[in-house]
């Protein structure tokens, strides 16, 4: 199954659609009551619209249609309040124009909201006089704009924050999390779309022994050399993480088995004739499995690989297990 990723959108049209229904459903309550049943009809069928993107969105986790959905059906629905309830219903419009920009794209809360400005403005005898219409007009204009540029920075700023928590600040490649990630899609791509992957995972060998006697320095030198080499050596598709310490795992798309042996193989002599420490050479020790058909998720993979990596060390380091096979 594709891994579903949660993002900050669709916590908010979750919350604020839930919020909106209620409050409307609350209105339109009111309104039964008062044997306003026209209005309380028409407050009903915006819950309904309003509830349908939110479910839609808590049970898919897709935010993007949602909140286009959404928006689409706040727009509509603050239109209608106006031409049924006339000037109170702007209280309601100015809050639309504003959260249209958290659930939907910017690209489509401007033209919602443009839509929504001239639409209030052909309503026959909604404003008192010309000057009211222009006030109306301009303030739904500021807000528009206060709100694309309020949106566009704080999507800069959640990128940038996101690919800074998605790296590894020593070594400068994708950390765990990043991996998990990855590994989940691999999985989901190998039975859907029946692309073979090779895991290998590697660290360090004797790293302690770097540390204790060069100190913690030479011990985060040795590490960000060892990621420089074997970014060096990703070939386009292939990827490279940080796992923990001086663990790294790489996921590399590969035909065949022996494919995966001659890649580990690479990894190795390569990291052996290039990374040095104050002691001299270090090397590390490898091990690799292809993924197979009966594994439904990538902890199951993962391990394979780990226990090879542990095989590989007690053969004498500098070494690598593919799973199954000793080299």
Not at 187 to 199: D, I, K, P, S, Y
Not at 257 to 276: F, I, K, N, P, W
Request: proline share 2%; net charge neutral; glycine share 8%.
């Amino acid at each position: 199954m594709k891994p579903k990723r949660r993002d900050f959108r669709l916590d908010i049209i979750v919350l604020l659609g839930s919020i909106t229904a209620a409050t409307i459903a609350v209105f339109g309550a009111y309104r039964w009551l008062n044997g306003q049943r026209a209005l309380a009809w028409l407050d009903f069928g915006i819950v309904a619209c309003v509830m349908l993107p939110v479910v839609y969105a808590w049970r898919s986790g897709d935010s993007r249609r949602a909140g286009a959905v959404l928006c689409v059906f706040n727009s509509l629905g603050a239109l209608a309040a106006c031409a049924l309830i006339g000037h109170t219903a702007l209280t309601w419009i100015y809050l639309v124009l504003l959260t249209n920009f958290f659930i939907a794209n910017r690209w489509l809360a401007v033209p919602a909201n443009l839509a929504i400005l001239v639409g209030v403005q052909l309503l026959p005898d909604f404003f008192e006089n010309g000057f009211h219409a222009t006030s109306v007009a301009v303030s739904m204009l500021l807000i528009t704009g206060f709100s694309y540029i309020f949106a566009k920075r704080t999507q800069g700023d959640r990128a940038r924050l996101e690919e800074l928590a998605a790296m590894d600040a020593l070594t400068g490649v994708p950390n765990r999390r990043s991996m998990e990630r990855a590994l989940a899609m691999a999985v989901h791509e190998f039975h859907t779309a029946h692309r073979q992957f090779g895991l290998v995972v590697l660290d360090l060998d004797h790293f302690k022994e770097v540390n204790d006697l060069y100190g913690h320095a030479a011990g985060d030198a040795a590490i960000a050399d060892l990621a420089a080499i074997l970014r060096f050596e990703m070939r386009r598709g292939d990827q490279v993480f940080r796992f923990g310490g001086e663990e790294f795992v790489a996921l590399l798309e590969l035909d065949s088995s022996a494919d995966l042996e001659a890649a580990t193989e690479r990894l190795r002599r390569a990291v052996r004739d290039g990374l040095r420490g104050p002691g001299g050479r270090i090397t590390i020790s490898l091990g690799a499995a292809m993924m197979r058909e009966q594994e439904k998720t990538w902890h199951d993979w993962f391990s394979r690989a780990d226990a090879a990596l542990y095989r590989a060390k007690s053969n004498g380091r500098d070494s690598y297990v593919i799973v199954d096979g000793l080299f």
